[in-house]
């Protein structure tokens, strides 16, 4: 019987990897339930446990990742930058990503996968985000891309592509294909304005039906406040330990037993994510002034955001204490 290439893709993912037996070995089966939906990340953001992401490119790190119980692979444009030696991610084309999508959806077959927009394929128009972000499902296999920025066209652009039924997951904060606009890789979210704004695009986000928002190098009590208005999860980078999940911090170079080494670090991450020991104060180096925090307060009260703000004051009182979360 004749399959159809997407068909063969859906049942490649129903497999397993475990890197002694897949990186070097092939596959082995793997019950179809144990797979992460966007719906169970939803049901951990309920719960309120943790979410756990990591960034791969390529097969055997997917392997890895996959491996060690990750919630959600992202295959990210910065592979513009780690693999491919670039100075920015705005080189990478979709062309390219795809083929980054294709070799993590084969090593990754239980994480949730989700695919980066590159610059360059999504801005001109709605119909060119669907018909990329239809490309990077079918043809990258992978369930749901990322799509960067706030700006109305952005906005469009994650509302058409949610209602061709495609989940979205938005990114707000630092925005590494905006850095012509922003003048370099430079955090966001550190003064009045520009922290209301981190927290306005994310609504908006959701509002267009987003699953989940990036929060990238905005200070914890801007995340918090975002994190605490939004109903959908917020996933930190370099955003302080109150978001909904983390996105995995930058390994050093090892030497040794890679494998090893790889899953020790990765199982010590998920770990401390989900007992919420990552990330400390060492990890929250984003930092906004007390008179703005109060500022940013008001700001959110006068836009009906109570909790938020409550949620922000929290978090700068519990910043400047010891950096951990207070408990609910």
């Known amino acids: 019987m004749c399959r159809s290439p997407l068909f063969r893709q859906l049942a ?13 070995g092939g596959p082995r089966p793997q019950e179809a339930a144990r797979r992460v939906t966007v719906n169970t990340l939803r049901a951990k953001h309920r719960r309120g446990e943790p979410i756990t992401v990591v960034t791969a490119y390529d097969y ?14 992202l295959v990210g444009d910065s592979a513009a930058m780690v693999v491919h030696g670039h100075d920015t991610t705005l080189p990478m084309s979709l062309d390219l990503m795809l083929e980054h999508c294709r070799a993590v959806a084969r090593g990754a077959r239980r994480s949730l996968l989700v695919g980066d927009l590159p610059f360059g394929c999504y801005e001109s128009s709605a ?10 499902l079918k043809e990258g296999g992978m369930d749901a891309i990322k799509l960067e920025g706030g700006a109305p066209s952005r906005i469009s652009a994650a509302k058409a592509i949610v209602e061709a039924g495609i989940a979205v997951m938005g990114h707000v904060g630092l925005t590494p294909q905006a850095i012509s606009v922003l003048g370099g890789f430079r955090p966001q979210g550190k003064t009045i ?24 190098c905005v200070p914890a009590p801007v995340a918090a ?9 917020t996933i930190g980078i370099g955003a ?3 978001c909904s999940g983390q996105v995995t911090p930058k390994f050093c170079k090892q030497f040794g037993n890679v494998g090893d080494v790889i899953n020790k670090a990765l199982s010590e991450y998920k770990q401390e994510v989900e007992t919420r020991s990552f990330p400390g104060p060492s990890h929250t180096p984003y930092k906004i002034t007390p008179t703005d925090v109060d500022g940013f307060a008001n700001a959110l009260q006068k836009m009906g955001l109570n909790e938020a703000a409550d949620a922000a004051a929290a978090a700068a009182e519990g910043s400047e204490k010891d950096g951990r979360p207070k408990e609910n």
Not at 17 to 24: C, G, R
Not at 127 to 136: F, G, I, K
């Open 225 to 233: 406040a975002a994190t605490s208005a939004l109903q959908i999860p």
């Open 60 to 73: 055997p790190s997917a392997v890895h990742v996959d491996s060690a119980g990750i919630d959600v692979c």
């Open 193 to 216: 304005d520009s922290a209301v704004k981190v927290v306005e695009t994310a609504l908006a986000l959701q509002e267009v039906g987003c699953f989940s928002v990036v929060l990238e």
């Open 127 to 136: 119909n060119q985000a669907v018909d990329s972000a239809v490309r990077v």
């Open 12 to 24: 490649r993912r129903l497999l397993s990897n475990v890197p002694e037996s897949t990186v070097y």
């Open 240 to 242: 302080g330990p109150f």
